[in-house]
């Protein structure tokens, strides 16, 4: 498509400013399989948050980058980003994969059964930060992990950042969606972020100053989708 004089996006577009470029650039590559797990997620409540093509793209990418064979998933909802890395890790992967939302994973299984990856996955029904503790609590799975995505509750952000700071092996890469909030971390008081955001701002402004000033972690924050925050774990 060739670049238009008019901005036309309400979507996921972000800088690229329009749907069409969007739908161009990053969604071409995107596995079919992924597209009807999407399709199979939009009646689904909150279904605004399955994974965008651009932002998986990244976590392909970085899973290859890394060579990363072992991996957790914090949050999983139907399954994009998790069928996405399954996609991606070796035959003999294996990805942890937790959720307090069973029935949410379900929408997406049969798509994971159908790509047949659904030997990489461990999926735990849990919440996450106590299968974290009991992990760490096997000596074998220190350092053993090549890569973390954090996609779900933003309190417990720090928490899960101390632990996955053990689990992930040196060199490897701790993920965190959502870290622009909407653009809202920006905004010097709450009362201004839209409800929907409300809740988890301060945990969100707080998380980001804290890894900003991280020494353990090298870090870059992308623009992209609601924001991702990727950490390479450095001792
Ligand atoms: C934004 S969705 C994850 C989206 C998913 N990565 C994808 O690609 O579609 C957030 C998920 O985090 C889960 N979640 C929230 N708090 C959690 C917790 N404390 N432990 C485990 N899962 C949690 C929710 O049930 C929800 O399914």
Redesign the pocket.
């Known amino acids: 498509m060739e670049p238009t004089a008019e901005i036309v996006s309400d979507g996921p577009a972000g800088l690229l400013q329009s749907d069409d470029l969007y739908n161009d650039l990053c969604v071409p590559r995107e596995a079919e399989i992924l597209k009807e797990l999407t399709d199979a997620s939009a009646n689904y409540p909150l279904s605004f ?3 965008s093509p651009d932002s998986g793209q990244l976590i392909a990418l970085l899973l290859k980058l890394l060579n990363a064979k072992k991996t957790i ?10 069928l996405l890395t399954a996609l991606t890790i070796p035959q003999d992967g294996n990805i942890i994969a ?4 069973r029935e ?1 994973y379900e929408i997406g299984l049969p798509f994971i059964k159908k790509a047949n990856v659904e030997h990489k996955i461990d999926f735990i029904e ?4 106590p299968v974290l503790d009991k992990l760490l609590e096997n000596q074998e799975n220190e350092s053993c992990f090549g890569f973390a ?1 954090v ?3 933003k309190a ?1 952000l720090k928490n899960y950042h101390e632990r996955l700071l053990r689990l992930v092996r040196v060199g490897g890469t701790i993920m965190y ?1 959502n870290t622009l909030w909407g653009g809202t971390v920006a905004l010097s008081d709450p009362s201004c972020v839209v409800p929907l955001r409300q809740s988890a701002w301060k945990d969100m402004v707080e998380f980001n100053k804290m890894i900003a000033g991280d020494p353990w972690v090298d870090i870059s924050l992308v623009a992209l989708g609601d924001g991702m925050t990727i950490c390479r774990r450095i001792y």
Do not use: K, P, R
């Not at 998933?73 to 998790?82: D, P, Q």
């Open positions: 948050m399955v994974t998933e914090i949050g999983v909802f139907t399954g994009y980003s998790l937790i959720d307090v939302d949410a849990s919440q996450a930060l995505f996609d779900a509750d417990n969606d």
